[in-house]
């Protein structure tokens, strides 16, 4: 519940269409009690009437034609605002959601999957819209109206009154909650089953060439069977609980009926009140439960919502890995890098950078080699800030990047990381994602220099053919440097490249190499690579052993940072 | 090599969905029969329980009566109600098992049509769309089997057999239930058919609406770093917007139909209350004896009863457009539905039988002719080449010219035209497991799934044993990085290869072919994540590990090129003998050179 409670500042905001909503519900059950008990009433007084002349006939049946229409009208505008209610409330959740998890990026991946993240984002999101809709109304207007109901029938016949109110209450409030109790775990393993039903699909998708190569498929085919059967049997489970709790409802709507039957013989006798009030009471009884019934439906659910909400809860909060310093400094001009003493490792007992130095002067172009898995992503990273040093500082034209916003520095500084996907669109969405306003030709020219152009002027329809997700439908090769000239057309003054031309054949990295200085002129570079190197590529190449760095074969000698002093190898880590 | 964007397969009509949904039933079982019989049972004692409850009124009211006379009537009616709750009961849980079963066979149904397919098929889909199909869409089965099949049924049957019942205590009331009811379905039906259009359109939007969640979750980071947060959230809340648009227009076309519904129900229950009231008091006379409170306040416990079937029915009306959609997205996502005849048979394909024969195989291409998923560029175009048993090759090339195409045609994995001869077998005509097992592969860009390093490996061989994993993980140079790591083999990896660098994660990969034992080893660019040093390491380990069988490496790298037998270079869709290159270091005599 905690976790649903998290969420109200989202209901607040639709508290007017809710209270619509809550209106036209409670119109609706107590039209529907008057409809009934009028009936009742109407029908048993016309049989007991003698003189026909007397009875007023009009009066009642009008009533009845009134209330009928009254609860058709009232129904169908309930269901209306109540539904858009939802939908509005559940497009708004996504959207900040997904807005929620920029700051947490990059979350800890190893721990979160993709195909559970989407899951969370889509169908956990749609299993909160049982939470107002169908939960909190209905148990709002039962319980006014069943309150309204139970007083009436007190003040006329009170040990009706006491059963049906009771009868009333458990049917609201203890089954609900019992039900709750019982299908919470059960929900929360449907939730989960399904996120990993989820999971196996997409793992079956993006594995499916491994799969099959190593004959794998049975296997895939048994983990995804476990999984459906897991949620088969918590699904199963939830709705055996439901319709327990439903033939309980039913169960106290008897009892209620039965009582009231009972007690209304003798106050009937005692002469308290007449046969036509009698009956009508007993059908508006009846026509009373029929909120009940509805109630429990959705509350068979709300297990299953609640684990949602606390999913949803769990990546929504935390403080982010990378914050934003509480009062940023503005990022002067310029485009200096300059790592001061960096120590980091992922694991902070072994260290992957050791009290690294590197200065790269503004318009500067450098690479650094190094074997894979020595650091040299890493190192890249840090300049974006998509982690922070555990010792020393990273600066950016002079200024320590954690001070600050992260949005000025991504504007600063650009990445060609290892892993950036293509996404499922045209090449000219993939392409303005580096630069949202470019022009056509800004778009050829990034194209032009990632050596891609050619490939997409071949294409009939040019800027505008579609890529798969992921790029699979593209070469490895066609992939690369389509995010390659994503990066190009970025305006940051800064641009670093991780393993820019894996996947190019060797004349093509040559040459693309040859070309950077030419496509990126002006900017500051930095470059990690295991390639060779052609003459003029890079000012500066360094290479990155046992965490620090030396210079390259062939190159100048290693900048240091001149201000290196004693008090900076102390800079906080946190 | 582009895509278009996934429509139903041209030319074919998709079959009709609604009988491709009823045949779904059998998968329910005997359950199925039960949730739709059960109800029917407990509407013959509801007739029983509204005619003890109006005659006890009657004898109340009308007669006099004390509480203890009437005592057995209040029993009798409380023990009816004890067994329709039962009933009740009963029939729901059964309905809701035979829908689980249903949609537990048909998601395994449909995951092992999409392992079935060849992967370039998959490639050129959504994940996230085709998850959706398989989790959600199937989910809205559920009210089908559950509540709208057994709700068909019992609004055919009910409202006639309650109005049969009727029509001895009252006939002009049962007369008018007896027409009013069946005018019902007739109304629906047609509000249903433009249900059916809005609903498709919303399937879509959420389906499109998962799809794009998939795709931009996974480069979450570069939109990041390229501040595009606020833009990619505009677009989430647009397809949010949008979807929300298309369910509220399939909302309403179902709300106005159980709103028609209930108008019509209102007035067959005033209708009945006014013609009752009206012969009480003497206006109408329409039978030939007086009418009693029993009779009537019978015909009026009734009157809703009769409608209610049909307003459940009205009210899982949109259950069953739904489950239309959803068979019609099916099939929109996985180019036709699932074939009835093929029963689901969970890990139908034998695990590949460790492969005795290490006998290095020769392969043959003759007239292979390759085209792009789409079918509009040409890859390879009439290729013919013969590569000796035993024989080490090198496809070279530009990047994006058809190595790894050739490859995966090789390994079945992509659409060909003409001939593939694996040891003089067509390639066709092998067997799945037997296939496999003669023939290894590793593509550009292999999949690191979420679980340790060894598990990652395991993937190779099922059954492979600690130490066999180590030596695999040692020849691929994966020991170098895992035994810095505290937990070795077992450190846990995220799904990609999260927590790895790019050439660690490749390297894991590539100690899966060291697991097995085939007579021709497909790879492609092994080594391009590699350094120099590391590259030659894992060139010697690969190299001894395929004597005596045949490797066809595709790279870029001229190290690799130059230790191998011959070198090919595809260019313009051919593939073309090429000069071997030179490696300076020591000359290796080797068998299988032709």
């Known amino acids: 519940m905690t976790a649903l409670w998290y969420f109200r500042p989202l209901f607040r905001r639709h508290a007017g269409r809710m209270a619509w909503t809550l209106l ?35 009066g009642p049946s009008s009533l009845i034609r009134g209330l009928s229409l009254v609860r058709i009208l009232s129904r169908y505008g309930e269901k209306l605002v109540g539904h858009d209610t939802t939908l509005r409330l559940l497009a708004d959740l996504r959207g900040w959601l997904f807005a929620s998890l920029f700051p947490r990026v990059p979350y800890a991946a190893r721990d979160l999957r993709h195909g559970d993240l989407v899951s969370r984002l889509t169908a956990d999101v749609d299993s909160l819209d049982t939470v107002f809709l169908v939960a909190i109304g209905p148990v709002v207007t039962a319980l006014a109206l069943g309150s309204a109901m139970a007083v009436l029938l007190f003040s006329l016949i009170p040990g009706a009154g006491l059963i049906y109110g009771l009868a009333l209450l458990a049917a609201i409030l203890i089954v609900p909650t019992v039900l709750v109790g019982v299908t919470r775990q059960r929900g929360r393993e449907a939730v989960s089953a399904s996120a990993e039903t989820r999971m196996a699909v997409i793992d079956g998708i993006d594995g499916h060439s491994d799969l099959i190569a190593f004959g794998q498929t049975a296997a895939a085919r048994a983990a995804f069977a476990s999984a459906t059967d897991r949620l088969a049997l918590a699904r199963r489970q939830v709705g055996s609980a439901g319709a327990w709790a439903a033939g309980a409802v039913q169960g106290l709507a008897g009892v209620s009926l039965l009582g009231v039957t009972a007690f209304g013989i003798g106050a009937l006798r005692d002469g308290v009140l007449s046969g036509p009030v009698l009956v009508g009471l007993l059908l508006g009884v009846i026509a009373s439960f029929e909120a009940t019934a ?25 403080r982010p890995p990378i914050a934003d310093p509480v009062r940023p400094v503005p990022l002067p001009d310029g485009s200096t890098v300059t790592f001061s003493n960096v120590t980091f490792g992922h694991d902070s007992a072994r260290p992957v950078l050791r009290g690294l130095d590197l200065t790269v002067p503004a318009g500067g172009r450098v690479a650094i080699l190094g074997p894979s898995g020595s650091g040299k992503s890493t190192l890249l990273a840090l300049l974006l800030r998509l982690q922070d040093p555990q010792g020393g500082s990273v600066s950016v034209a002079h200024t320590d990047i954690r001070a600050v916003a992260q949005r000025d520095l991504h504007r600063r500084v650009a990445l060609l990381s290892q892993d950036t996907p293509v996404f499922l669109g045209t090449i000219r969405e993939n392409l303005l994602i580096g630069r949202a306003e470019a022009t056509d030709a800004d778009l050829w020219h990034a194209l032009d220099a990632a050596r891609l152009a050619d490939f997409v002027r071949g294409t009939a329809e040019g800027l505008d053919a579609l890529v798969g997700e992921t790029g699979r439908t593209l070469s490895a090769g066609q992939a690369r440097r389509l995010c390659l000239a994503r990066t190009l057309l970025s305006e940051a003054p800064v641009l670093a490249f991780d393993e820019p031309t894996a996947g190019l054949d060797r004349e093509t990295e040559a040459e693309f190499l040859s070309d950077l200085a030419r496509a990126t002129r002006g900017r500051t570079i930095l470059l990690s690579t295991h390639a060779g190197l052609p003459e003029g590529a890079v000012d500066r190449a360094y290479r990155l052993r046992d965490g620090k760095l030396e210079p390259a074969d062939g190159f100048g000698p290693l900048l240091r940072p001149e201000d290196r002093a004693p008090q900076q190898r102390s800079a906080p880590a946190d | 090599m582009l895509i278009q964007r996934t429509e139903p397969a041209e030319g074919e009509t998709p079959p009709n969905e609604g009988r491709w949904l009823m045949a779904q039933r059998r998968r329910g079982g005997s359950a199925l029969m039960v949730a739709i019989a059960l109800p029917l049972l407990s509407g013959v004692l509801l007739v029983g329980q509204a005619f003890c409850l109006a005659s006890l009124l009657h004898r109340v009211v009308v007669e006099g009566a004390d509480l203890p006379a009437v005592t057995t009537m209040l029993l009798t009616i409380a023990v009816l109600m004890i067994t329709r709750i039962g009933l009740g ?40 769309a085709l998850s959706a199909v398989i989790v959600d869409q199937t989910e809205a089965l559920d009210g089908f089997f559950a509540r709208y099949l057994p709700a068909m049924v019992q609004a055919t049957i009910l409202p006639l057999a309650f109005a049969a019942a009727i029509l001895p205590v009252d006939v002009v009331v049962g007369l008018l239930f007896l027409v009013t009811a069946p005018l019902i379905p007739l109304f629906m039906a047609l509000v249903g058919w433009g249900a059916e259009a809005a609903t498709r359109a919303q399937a879509d939007a959420f389906t499109r609406l998962s799809g794009l969640f998939a795709d931009r979750l996974r480069g979450i980071v570069t939109l990041k770093l390229f501040d595009r947060a606020d833009s990619e959230t505009q677009t989430v809340v647009l397809a949010s917007e949008s979807l929300r648009k298309r369910t509220l227009g399939v909302l309403k076309i179902a709300f106005l139909s159980s709103a028609v519904l209930e108008f019509f129900a209102a007035l067959g229950v005033a209708g009945v209350a006014l013609y009752v009231g009206l012969t009480y008091l003497g206006f109408v006379d329409l039978r030939g004896s007086p009418l009693t409170l029993q009779a009537g ?30 068979v019609a997205e099916m099939a929109q996502q996985f180019g036709a539905l699932p074939d009835l005849a093929e029963s689901t048979i969970e890990g139908a394909l034998p695990e590949p039988a460790p492969a005795s024969s290490a006998l290095a195989v020769s392969v043959a291409l003759e007239g292979l002719t390759v085209y792009t998923p789409d079918r509009k560029h040409l890859v390879l175009d009439d290729v013919t080449l013969a590569i000796q048993p035993g024989t080490h090759i090198a496809l070279l090339g530009q990047s994006g010219i058809g190595k790894s195409t050739l490859l995966e045609a090789m390994a079945r994995l992509r659409a060909f035209d003409g001939k593939i001869l694996i040891g003089g077998e067509l390639l066709e005509d ?26 990652n490996i395991r993937l190779g061989r099922s059954g492979a044993s600690d130490p066999d994993i180590r030596i695999a993980a040692e020849r691929a140079t994966v020991m170098e990085f895992a035994c810095t790591l505290p937990e070795g083999l077992d450190t846990p990896i995220g799904e990609g290869g999260v927590g790895l660098s790019g050439g660690e994660a490749h390297r894991v990969a590539l100690a899966r072919i060291f697991l097995r034992d085939p007579g021709l080893i497909l790879l492609d660019e092994p080594t391009a994540h590699l350094d120099t040093a590391t590259e030659e390491r894992v060139i010697d380990a690969l190299l001894a590990f395929a004597v005596g069988r045949t490797l066809v490496v595709a790279t870029h790298s001229a190290a690799i090129a130059a230790r191998l037998d011959r070198t090919y270079r595809i260019a313009g869709g051919r593939v073309l003998p090429a000069a071997h290159p030179r490696w300076a270091g020591p000359q290796r005599n080797r068998e299988g050179v032709a």
């Open chain 1, 294 to 318: 509805a109630i429990v439906r959705s509350i068979a659910k709300l297990g299953a919502s609640m684990a949602a909400a606390e999913r949803l809860k769990a990546i929504a909060i935390g």
């Open chain 2, 297 to 326: 306040l019978f015909c009026l416990l009734m009157a809703p009863e009769v409608y209610q079937p049909l307003r459940q029915l009205a009210a899982h009306y949109h259950d069953r457009a739904a489950a239309k959609a959803a």
């Open chain 2, 89 to 128: 009961i009963a029939a729901e849980r059964a309905g809701i098992g035979a829908a689980e079963r249903i949609k537990r066979s048909l998601r395994g149904m449909l995951y092992g049509a999409l392992l079935d397919h060849r992967p370039d098929w998959t490639s050129a889909r959504s994940s996230g």
């Open chain 2, 430 to 455: 092998l067997a799945e497991a037997d296939l496999r097992s003669r023939v290894a592969f590793l593509g550009q860009r292999p999949r690191l799934f979420h679980g340790t390093i060894a598990d």
């Open chain 1, 24 to 58: 036209l519900t409670m119109l609706t059950l107590a039209a529907g009690i008057a409809l009934l008990g009028v009936s009742g009433w109407f029908l048993t007084a016309a049989a007991l009437s003698t003189a026909a002349v007397s009875f007023n006939l009009f």
